[in-house]
């Protein structure tokens, strides 16, 4: 079934009508992506997240290559990440938050991951508990493709705060250079020559922290916002100790 799928991609590529065909074809998957993120069936014409979804998927197509794995797990990874770039700025998905941000309005500064551990039962718990296992379980899979484990990680996270500074500078400088998170996705090996020289940053810190830095690559790539705010919270704190 994957090959029928790739040749279909493959002529979808150089054929505007063949490529809005495969993503009518694919309505009933793009359908299912989208009901992750909004919790029930979305309407044509009146859901805004399944035209969002529908067009990600018509840019899966056309940016699709071998090397990027199997199609329909790449164009879910663009629906995902098309998709909570619209929540953010809509400011309406209520499970992109950090594990450390202060939970609702408690006034002795109790944190989300503490209201999680706490196993406070209440509507809003659940859905980021939902939400944060979900995220954990898809990211530490994506991590296994690029042989990294979450326990690697957190023995990787940088301890001195200079050290967390300039990890951090190399992140920003392949955020703002995306051909490089291609390479990052492509090869799976970090572009420590083009970071260190565009960050400035010493090349044997981001080696000695490699496994961390391509979790954080990983995880700005593919759209893992609750991750995001994990990765950065947990090296502040290392960072300080």
């Given at each position: 079934?994957?090959q029928?799928?790739?040749?279909?991609?493959?002529?979808?590529?150089?054929?505007?009508?063949?490529?809005?065909?495969?993503?009518?074809?694919?309505?009933?998957?793009?359908?299912?992506?989208?009901?992750?993120?909004?919790?029930?069936?979305?309407?044509?014409?009146?859901?805004?997240?399944?035209?969002?979804?529908?067009?990600?998927?018509?840019?899966?197509?056309?940016?699709?290559?071998?090397?990027?794995?199997?199609?329909?797990?790449?164009?879910?990874?663009?629906?995902?990440?098309?998709?909570?770039?619209?929540?953010?700025?809509?400011?309406?998905?209520?499970?992109v938050?950090?594990?450390?941000?202060?939970?609702?309005?408690?006034?002795?500064?109790?944190t989300?991951?503490?209201?999680?551990?706490?196993?406070?039962?209440?509507?809003?718990?659940?859905?980021?508990?939902?939400?944060?296992k979900?995220?954990?379980?898809?990211?530490?899979?994506?991590?296994?493709?690029?042989?990294?484990?979450?326990?690697?990680?957190?023995?990787?996270?940088?301890?001195?705060?200079?050290?967390?500074?300039?990890?951090?500078?190399?992140?920003?400088?392949?955020?703002?250079?995306?051909?490089?998170?291609?390479?990052?996705?492509?090869?799976?090996?970090?572009?420590?020559?083009?970071?260190?020289?565009?960050?400035?940053?010493?090349?044997?810190?981001?080696?000695?922290?490699?496994?961390?830095?391509?979790?954080?690559?990983?995880?700005?790539?593919?759209?893992?916002?609750?991750?995001?705010?994990?990765?950065?919270?947990?090296?502040?704190r290392?960072?300080?100790?």
């Amino acid at each position: 079934m994957e090959q029928n799928i790739l040749s279909l991609v493959t002529a979808a590529q150089g054929d505007i009508s063949a490529a809005d065909n495969l993503v009518r074809k694919y309505l009933p998957f793009i359908k299912s992506e989208t009901t992750k993120y909004i919790h029930r069936p979305p309407m044509e014409g009146q859901d805004d997240e399944l035209s969002i979804a529908m067009f990600a998927f018509h840019e899966a197509i056309m940016r699709y290559s071998k090397e990027k794995g199997a199609f329909l797990s790449f164009a879910s990874l663009q629906i995902k990440s098309r998709l909570i770039d619209y929540f953010r700025k809509e400011k309406r998905h209520g499970n992109v938050i950090s594990l450390y941000q202060p939970a609702g309005n408690e006034e002795d500064g109790t944190t989300v991951l503490e209201k999680i551990d706490a196993g406070e039962d209440n509507i809003s718990m659940q859905q980021i508990r939902r939400a944060t296992k979900e995220e954990i379980l898809e990211f530490s899979a994506q991590l296994q493709t690029f042989g990294l484990s979450l326990g690697d990680i957190a023995e990787n996270c940088p301890k001195q705060e200079r050290t967390l500074s300039a990890c951090h500078s190399a992140l920003q400088y392949a955020k703002e250079h995306p051909e490089l998170l291609g390479i990052f996705l492509e090869t799976k090996k970090l572009p420590l020559k083009q970071l260190t020289e565009g960050a400035k940053a010493e090349r044997k810190t981001l080696e000695r922290h490699r496994k961390y830095m391509m979790a954080l690559l990983l995880a700005y790539t593919n759209g893992y916002e609750i991750i995001r705010g994990h990765l950065c919270q947990m090296g502040e704190r290392r960072g300080k100790t």
